[in-house]
């Protein structure tokens, strides 16, 4: 019996042991999580495995990511089968109410020290210019809402703005009689759908090309566009302003063509209008006003681009030897045919070659263009652009010095617009580039071979006017015209892009209305 007893004994030992590890009757205590990160509250749960229901709102009082409540108080015990219910906030309320303080006086680690302390995460900060406030000194801020409320909310987009001091804008002194200021007649004869977007209506596209293959009566419409675009009291305009030279954006296919290309394994075939009486009529009115056409031609075979104002986006098939001869021989027709008007003071033989188009390609076509028009006219100014490689000094040097040139000029093209490397640029850094950089582009040539700036604007990125109203937008207008003006009166000339644009946006491309508007001088002869 004895021997019974023990085993009963032992075998009650074991289950009571086993009793106590059994997860249905063991307990555990809950911390007090509220204000903890959320991620202790997942360890604690995996180690002790207990199940949680957890979810998260916007919470102004409670950090991101820490607890805002729990189902169980901490401090009490919980068996094994218990969930616990955990919030924790997601963040700060992005539709909390912000109020913005008085930051007159104020510095920019002011700023981000309050827009710290209130999570708000969408801000920038930008100079400016002020007449009224010392440099560095806090202008004002704007809210960018998503939408039509008078609250300030987390999420919208603060700007601030601090000063560069006032903004001094130079007076334009044209100082040399000699230098040549003209307009460009852009968009005229070789269509780009961003100065006339209306007439490129349910057009995919906006070069000529594209224009021709999809406009519903597209002779019709293109006629009309010669017609009515520019018409002879523009010239009479341009004469009045003391505007003495046209630079005049011609086609490839001024004579009328049909052309085929085939791009990404795609045959394309075109029909070209023949614009060239409606060219004719422009040299005519150029006679009439006294005023001197540079025939700039401004696409060619295949595109030398591939920009729209090549003729075809997206396409540089030019420096084939069969694209190159036809532009040659059209340069030649082009010569022998206009050399008769009085009004022809020169010819451009190619516009913006892209940067794909080989150097030497490049340079022999132009030794070629130039004895091809010197066959038909011996006196005509010849223009070479610099294929957007006018850095590259040494092998323009050698190619101006080695050549017998006469009556020849170098075409640079200065925007400060285009390309993400402006997006930091304020009016300030835009005037002191134009003084600096680009002064020197037209020095660089100096003695070697005279340089014409045949396109400029005063186009700049939309930061340049953050927080200006409309007064302070036409002084950077004006500053940046005049800084320009009178840095190109030292080169051979220029011609700004362009006359008109047929939109009531671009107003910094629209030559007439910048003059209308007496953003820019309203008289350039000199004599």
């Not at 820490?66 to 015990?77: E, M």
């Not at 109020?99 to 920019?108: H, K, L, R």
């Not at 401004?298 to 001869?325: C, K």
């Not at 910094?508 to 008289?523: A, G, H, K, N, V």
Request: hydrophobic residues 40%.
């Amino acid at each position: 019996m004895k021997r019974i007893f023990l085993l009963f004994t032992f075998v009650t030992l074991i289950g009571s042991l086993a009793a106590c590890d059994d997860p249905d009757t063991r307990t555990v205590t809950v911390p007090d999580f509220v204000g903890s990160a959320y991620g202790d509250v997942l360890a604690w749960a995996k180690d002790n495995d207990i199940e949680l229901d957890v979810s998260s709102e916007y919470n102004d009082d409670v950090d991101p990511r820490a607890v805002i409540s729990q189902s169980v108080a901490g401090g009490t015990d919980i068996d094994p089968d218990t969930v616990l219910v955990i919030v924790y906030s997601r963040g700060y309320d992005p539709d909390g109410v912000i109020t913005v303080p008085d930051f007159t006086g104020s510095t920019q680690d002011d700023i981000v020290a309050w827009l710290s302390e209130v999570n708000i995460t969408k801000y920038a900060f930008f100079d400016t210019f002020s007449p009224d406030i010392d440099e560095g000194g806090f202008v004002g801020y704007d809210v960018d809402k998503a939408d039509d409320r008078d609250d300030y909310l987390r999420r919208d987009n603060y700007t601030f703005y601090f000063s560069k001091g006032e903004l001094v804008i130079e007076p334009v002194v044209f100082d040399n009689p000699g230098t040549i200021r003209g307009v460009n007649l852009g968009g005229w004869f070789v269509l780009e759908g961003w100065m006339a977007p209306d007439l490129f209506e349910g057009v995919s596209g906006s070069d000529e090309t594209i224009f021709m293959q999809e406009k519903p009566n597209a002779m019709e419409a293109i006629e009309e566009h010669w017609n009515t675009f520019i018409v002879e009291d523009d010239f009479a305009w341009l004469a009045e302003h003391g505007v003495e030279y046209v630079r005049l954006p011609i086609p490839w296919w001024l004579f009328g063509e049909e052309f085929s290309y085939t791009h990404d394994g795609v045959t394309h075939n075109v029909t070209y209008g023949r614009s060239l009486p409606y060219i004719e009529q422009a040299m005519e009115w150029a006679e009439t006003y006294g005023i001197n056409v540079l025939l700039d031609l401004h696409t060619a075979p295949g595109s030398q681009n591939g920009f729209d104002n090549g003729g075809i986006t997206d396409v540089l098939q030019w420096p084939r030897p069969e694209n190159v001869a036809k532009t040659v021989a059209v340069l030649g027709d082009i010569a022998e045919h206009f050399s008769d008007y009085d009004s022809l003071w020169g010819i451009q033989v190619l516009n913006e070659p892209g940067w794909g188009v080989d150097m030497t390609i490049l340079q022999n076509f132009y030794v070629d263009s130039y004895h091809e028009v010197r066959q038909h006219n011996a006196d005509v100014w010849i223009a070479f652009h610099d294929g957007f490689r006018n850095y590259l000094f040494d092998s323009w040097n050698n190619f101006f010095t080695t050549n017998q040139f006469h009556n020849v000029f170098f075409d640079i093209h200065l925007y400060q617009t285009f390309g993400d490397g402006w997006g930091d640029y304020d009016i300030f850094d835009h005037v002191d580039f134009v003084h600096n950089e680009q002064m020197q582009t037209i020095a660089r040539y100096d003695g070697v071979v005279p340089v014409v700036i045949g396109e400029w604007s005063l186009g700049l990125q939309g930061n340049v006017y953050e927080g200006l109203d409309a007064s302070g937008a036409n002084d950077v207008r004006m500053a940046f015209n005049n800084a320009q003006m009178n840095v190109y009166e030292d080169a051979f000339g220029w011609f700004f892009w362009s006359y008109k644009i047929d939109r009531d946006s671009h107003l910094e491309w629209d030559f007439r209305r910048l003059i209308e508007q007496d953003l820019i001088p309203d008289f350039y002869s000199t004599e």
